[in-house]
């Protein structure tokens, strides 16, 4: 079983930068637990500061067989991108849209989510353990 | 430890009508399934279609020694309900948004949250997933 | 055959306060002549100013053999309430949306309509007479 | 003692078009039924397709001795039209606003009416049922 | 020299109904009094209340030779026709807007004038007299 | 000589909980002290975080013989509820808009006030003393 | 086969006024230049500036046998007729909005189109080539 | 029999500055030809550039014995002054909105006029005609 | 003690016009009944038609020893005025709003309150009522 | 003669996902066809995910000698952004905005386009032969 | 050599108070530093918090010879004077627009500039050295 | 010490393409002024049409040892990119808002800066010269 974790703008940032906000654990020792933890799946870890890379990367995780579903934190792209909506709508795979900070208690422009339209649901404000509960989330999809 | 679930509006006919949308499980069987899975956990669940009691019991629940946290399901309120948002606000339990349905991808009149804005964060779209995933997130609560 | 009026915020004052507006006649009354007028109808008549309550009685009624549909006058709450316009939804009598006043001749914050959304229809500005159309409306249906 | 009917854009295709909307009996029909079923009253009807005409035949139906009111059903032209809202403010006649849809339950730039800022009341969503409703209202007015 | 007066919507009824509003002299004595007042001055006068025939009317005036200019009171028209102002902007004789009551004053919606982009001028809210400034603007224009 | 007040949602928390923002006194303490410092009157205090029941209190309260006037402190419900504000319009008792916190300094969603297009003014800012001053002005109140 | 083109108002001055941006050709000439470019088809044209004449004409033309679809150029009713909206969408022929100029680069009132809700398609920009590439499209269609 | 003219902000430049806007006359000309034209009348004649003081002289005009009206173009102050539209409304002698350019086909924000909503009426676009048909409106003035 | 009243545009006309709306006392009567009524206290009167002499006169009460706040009527400034706003922040003193109508009850344009942003509270509805309450908060002020 | 197609985001995957929206046919065998169809015409393909690519791609065609003109479909970046609309403006060649889909039938959000501020014109809603009337009118380009 | 320094509202307490905003030096001092810094130029300093003094002072400044150009920080009157942004319209003399506060990353309401509409440029953000940088770009002013 | 320029879409044109708008000076012979001009100042210079590389470099920028500032022109991105934005919060380098043009008196789709929500400063409309501002701006910050 494979999950696909995909990471938009300046999440490469974290774990390196506004600790404060984001915690002091990096994506790559966060994805380096998560292998430890779900030995039985395979994770993909992707991202990208490149709106269109990020369109890529869906087109082609759409191809991969085994893959149960995409954790997608488009970050500020969430709120902007019709093109990435639009991704997110022509692929196959169930998508669950991810923040680490609760968006809903942040600045108006960032209640916006053209990501959200076409994923299957969203879970925000957990810091890393928004990706936990999708991953649970995906490993018990049917 | 406690965990507390509170449903506001129409979500007393969850598995009784609308089953293609919020299937055919009642919350009571839910809830009952859910002790059985974690029988460390004593769940407190209570339902209402009243806006003011759901205040109320917010209130109450603040009082509960032992309560790690609540899920709350505020259905239509959440995005009418100032008073509301203005009770999770007031106590000092940490409060999820949970939604059944991905309201992200229905209304526009949905893609405003009062509780969203004094919640810790937010799952929404896997039907009583929801729930479940919110439980998982409050028992790592530190 | 049953036909149920359900009344919300402020009616309880019609015949009482601002006559001029409602006039003189009660609900009391009304219904009590609707009775006689249309002895072979069994009407079900319901107030309440709390929102909560109109949900509760909505999906008491969707459970009553013999139920022809529901005249609803959702008052201020028609404008304000997802939570009452979700109601309808979830329930499979058919509703129709009542006013006393011609709403749409009123404040630009009457004239949305969340009820509205889920209705098979809408009668509005002729007082008491609003109520007598439902019935015949009603009694008309197949 | 005389009833007026009036009606606005693309009505003239009921019972031609769209039979899943609106049914498949004529307007001519529908009057036909109505001069049966009201021999006591006479029915003055009216279509165009012509904003302007609908304002003149509102200017001439006010001179109309012995009619009770009209039933104004002006389509399209309700949500757009300043110019027809200022010539049911001109006339004397009692309006009722007809609407074969359920105006409220359909997109929101239907939901504005300049018409029914000066009509005496609303009924909308029940088809050809609509009008006789309006019939019986205007029947019993003093 | 030869002046226009184009009238919209529902201004065939001055004189004859809400004369509180517009006074009690109708159009034709208006223009009378104007004939004997100015008696060097031709004067052509159109009244309609169908949107197409006032742009029909507009083309054809601008091929009047010895036409001044135009005063149009486009009714309840001026606020919502995108048509009649493409008109008035096709044309090559001068424009001015006029109402006779303030506009100004009144509901927002007549905030919005599509004519006035592109006439010389407005006069509004002097009833009657509206209409004699903008001969005398006419009269005056170079 | 009578004078109550009714207080909204959330309200009975006060000097239980966010005493920064709301002082450390409860409002049962506060009525003591009114009743000792103005003897002369007679306090009617009522609480509830249910929309309706503050909307049947002051249908009730209507009827006090005596009363001189209503302080309202309607928290959130001031600013979504159209039929809190109905229920003002429909008594006939003065009724004060009262705020201890300063609402205009506040986030936008709560410079909308249903309640105060009927209250006879409004005093915010002052904490308690809020309260103080509106009995001040009831009590000067012809 | 025939294909019908049906233009709104002040389309008539076309090749007569304003030949910077419509060129100086007329409408009567381009059908001209089409009928001998196009002897296989049949051109029905039609042009108005009366919105319900419009209506009319595109009630009529459904019923026209062999007529492959309609080229409408609506000018400023696009953007302000719900009514002519309501007319594509009741009919049956397929219908494509042409406009001469690119509206989208025009002001903001234009970038509206009612029409364009139930058209198959758009042609804007090119003056009378917009035509030309519908007539094109329309022989085309299956 | 007098007449005051009152000029807000920038007007003192007129016939100085942008005169292919405003014309290369200046006010103190003007003044001086309306009273050789017009010798039966007295003009009052101030201009500021403070709005303070623009409302200072509305209250003072207002005493001035046999003062027929004010003619008062407020310049941009127009567009924003809540304060003079209050002043506006408090003086009894009536008072016409003069524009010397024709602010509706300007930018949006001189389309909101607060001085307009307690005039009697507007002229706006005639350059220093719009005063002189002022004066001609307010002698005419019963 | 010294207690400041700083009153905007138009309310030097207090108890000159609109004697309807704002009594028929002036303020100069009002603020001699309370240098009787209250002799402890000495009351520093200003009104000014002019933006920013409100602006200079804020400035210097912040340099006046012993007082205690300041009573800030900013009449039509108050829904306009960044500028004013900016002073009242910029000084220490606490100031409160005061209003002598009803502003929530009256247009949508006067709900806004640039200078409530920073002012410790507000009084509106009370005539002079208003000032009386502002004056008892002030003198209660630690 | 040479003319350019840009694709922009998600097009790449025409012809192999959403068939029933795009078709079956891939974008690679529509460039062969035209080819094919037009052996005198150079097509220069692009496609690319990447908005900042698409730019690039802009700023080099205009460079490339006997390009006639270039079609762009932007997809969802048509909708949000002003860096490529500002390319298009940059470019001295001749621009047509092409959509295969009516985007002025689909969700609000489209109906804004950045690109169209400064292209030539608009086709859409024809699928691929969007792009073929697109060839055509270059074809006939001066 | 001659440059010109216009300050608004609320900065002649520019040192005087909010020092951890705008910093402890008075604008005495700065340009007292200014004149030591640049010899070679005369510096005009003006400040008011009344608007139109400001407009009067941005008048006469057009007549004064040798001056290069205008630093205008109009303060509060930035985001809501038409006046002022007319004025600087008006003049010829450059203007750049100041701001000590980087207003863009201030209230919404502070993104408004109706003079900058005119000004050949902004600096803001910079406290002082905003006025500095200002100097250098009117100093390099050809 | 060291300075980076950074320029978003379309500046790679600067030089090139209109320039009547931008001057005819490339970006290359640019910063080799400024090298010759500034000896004692290393400069980094970086351009990128694509939204995401111009976020990866501003991330690596933040690492450039003895880099005391960024000039950052963001371009078309500066008015959509929420991702953009949130680089310049996530970084410590301050920043400084750069514009070519005063985007101020530019469409109001330009007025909005996710950008300037994070800089230190802004300063917009001096061409080339605005540069040269902000680098003497950054070689003073302490």
Same mark, same amino acid.
């Given at each position: 079983m494979k999950i696909a974790i995909v990471n938009g703008p300046n999440l490469n940032l974290t774990?390196?930068?506004e600790n404060d906000i984001y915690g002091s654990k990096s994506f790559e020792d966060f994805v380096s637990d998560m292998k430890k933890g779900f030995p039985q799946v395979e994770f993909l870890y992707f991202q990208s500061n490149v709106e =269109?890379?990020?369109i890529n990367h869906l087109h082609e995780l759409d191809n991969v067989k085994g893959l149960k579903g995409i954790l997608l934190n488009a970050g500020g792209y969430t709120h902007t991108s019709v093109a990435l909506g639009d991704a997110v709508a022509a692929i196959e795979k169930p998508v669950v849209e991810i923040h680490m900070s609760n968006v809903f208690a942040r600045e108006d422009f960032r209640h916006v989510s053209?990501? =959200?339209?076409?994923?299957i649901g969203c879970i925000a404000g957990f810091g890393m353990e928004s990706y936990l509960l999708g991953i649970?989330?995906?490993m018990n999809q049917a």
């Open positions: 774990g390196k930068r =269109g890379e990020l053209y990501v =959200g339209k076409h994923t649970l989330k995906l």
